[in-house]
C-alpha cells in the first residue's frame, strides 16, 4: 500500500467515524490525500504554467484556489518571511476560494513549466455536491493549516520585534556611551567647564549653523596662582581653580559658553554686542572673586583675578578675536591684576 493510498484509508475512516479531529502534522505540507487530488484533478480546470511565469502577486484580491499537478511553485510572503517552495500534490490559494475575494499574502510565481488544477467557486460546488464528506475533511485541515499558519507569523513577527526592540536598545546604549565619552573629550575634569577642544568644536559649530550674532569674549587668568600652590599645596590650588569655574558658571546664560583653556587661563564668551554688557560680566567676575577672597581665613578659596575683554566677529577667524582678547588680558595684568581691561578691536585695526 502506497503512502498516499494509507492516507487516503485515514481519511475515509476519519469521515465514516465522524471524527472532527485534524492532527496538525497531516496540514504541515498542504499536501492533498489521493482521494483528495483525484476528486479535484476530475472536477478542476487544467492550467498549464511556464517557468517564471507570474500566477498572483501580494495584495491582489483573490477567488481562485490552484494544486499542482506537476512542477514547483514558490510562494514569496515578503517582510523578510520565510517563503515556501510547493510541489506535486500540494495546494495553494485555498482562502480565496473559502473566503472570496481575498488579500493575497504572497506572490506566487512557477519555479519550473508544470500543470496546474485550478478550482473556482462553480467546480468548487461540485465538490461538494459530489463527496461532501471528503470537502468538510479538507476545508477542517484546510483551516486548520491557516490557522497555524497565523500563529508561526506571528511568533515569528513577535521574536523579530523582540530583536529589534533589543538592536534598537544596544544602539541607545551604544549612543549613550559615545555621547558620554565624546562629553568627556570636551570637558575639563577638574573643573567640569569645556575645555579647548570643546571651545573648537563649539565655535565650528556656530559657524556650521551660521549663527553670526555677535559675541563677547573674556579671558580670565588667576593673578599670583602660582604662590596659592606653592604656599598651600596643588590640593588648594585646585579648590580655587574649581571656584573659579564656579564663578563663569554662575554667570553664564543658556546661549553663554564657559572653558577652562589650561592651567589657570580661562574663557566666557557671552552673546552680546554691547561693550558695557560685556565689561558687566567683567566687572561682576572680578568683584565676586574679591568677595570670596575677604571670606577666607588662613586657607584661600579664590584668588584675584585679570579680565581681558572685546567683542570677536563669529565669521572671522577665531585666532584674530583671541589674540585682542589676550591683549587685553596681559594689559590688565601690566596694570597690576585684579581688574577688567577692555580692548577695541575697531581702533586697532585703523
Not at 80 to 105: N, Q, T
Request: one cysteine or more; a negative charge.
Amino acid at each position: 500500500m502506497t503512502r498516499d493510498s494509507a492516507a487516503s484509508l485515514r481519511t475515509r475512516d476519519s469521515i465514516n467515524s465522524g471524527k472532527s479531529s485534524v492532527a496538525p502534522a497531516d496540514v504541515a505540507t498542504a499536501v492533498l490525500t489521493e482521494a483528495e487530488y483525484e476528486l479535484f484533478a476530475e472536477l478542476g480546470r487544467p492550467r498549464r504554467v511556464e517557468a517564471g511565469q507570474l500566477l498572483f502577486r501580494r495584495g491582489e484580491l483573490g477567488t481562485t484556489m490552484f494544486v499542482i499537478a506537476r512542477g514547483v511553485v514558490d510562494l514569496d510572503f515578503g517582510d523578510d518571511l520565510v517563503g515556501k517552495r510547493l510541489g506535486p500534490s500540494e495546494f495553494f490559494g485555498e482562502l480565496a476560494l473559502l473566503i472570496g475575494d481575498h488579500v493575497r499574502s504572497a506572490d506566487a510565481v512557477a519555479a519550473s513549466d508544470g500543470l496546474l488544477i485550478e478550482l473556482r467557486h462553480e467546480e468548487f460546488q461540485r465538490l461538494v455536491d459530489r463527496d461532501p464528506g471528503l470537502v468538510s475533511y479538507f476545508l477542517r485541515r484546510a483551516i486548520l493549516r491557516v490557522v497555524l499558519n497565523e500563529q508561526s507569523l506571528i511568533r515569528r513577527l513577535r521574536r523579530r520585534n523582540e530583536e529589534l526592540q533589543s538592536a534598537l536598545d544596544s544602539l541607545y546604549t551604544a549612543t549613550h556611551q559615545l555621547n558620554q565619552t565624546e562629553e568627556l573629550v570636551r570637558t575639563d575634569e577638574l573643573t567640569r567647564l569645556y575645555n579647548r577642544r570643546g571651545l573648537t568644536l563649539h565655535m565650528q559649530e556656530r559657524r556650521e549653523l551660521r549663527a553670526h550674532r555677535s559675541m563677547g569674549l573674556l579671558l580670565v587668568d588667576c593673578d599670583r596662582f602660582k604662590q596659592v600652590n606653592d604656599d598651600h599645596g596643588h590640593l588648594i590650588g585646585d579648590r580655587v581653580l574649581q571656584g573659579v569655574a564656579n564663578i563663569l558658571r554662575s554667570v553664564a546664560g543658556p546661549e553663554d559658553f564657559a572653558c577652562r583653556l589650561g592651567g589657570d587661563e580661562f574663557c566666557l564668551l557671552v552673546v552680546s554686542d554691547q561693550r558695557d554688557e560685556v565689561m558687566r560680566f567683567g566687572d561682576f567676575i572680578v568683584s565676586t572673586a574679591q568677595g570670596l577672597m575677604q571670606m577666607s581665613h588662613g586657607t584661600p578659596l579664590m584668588c584675584p583675578l585679570s579680565v581681558g575683554a572685546c567683542l570677536i566677529d563669529p565669521t572671522r577667524d577665531w585666532n584674530d578675536g583671541y589674540a585682542h582678547a589676550d591683549a587685553a588680558l596681559y594689559q590688565a595684568k601690566r596694570l597690576g591684576g585684579n581688574r577688567v581691561h577692555w580692548h577695541d578691536m575697531e581702533l586697532t585695526s585703523a
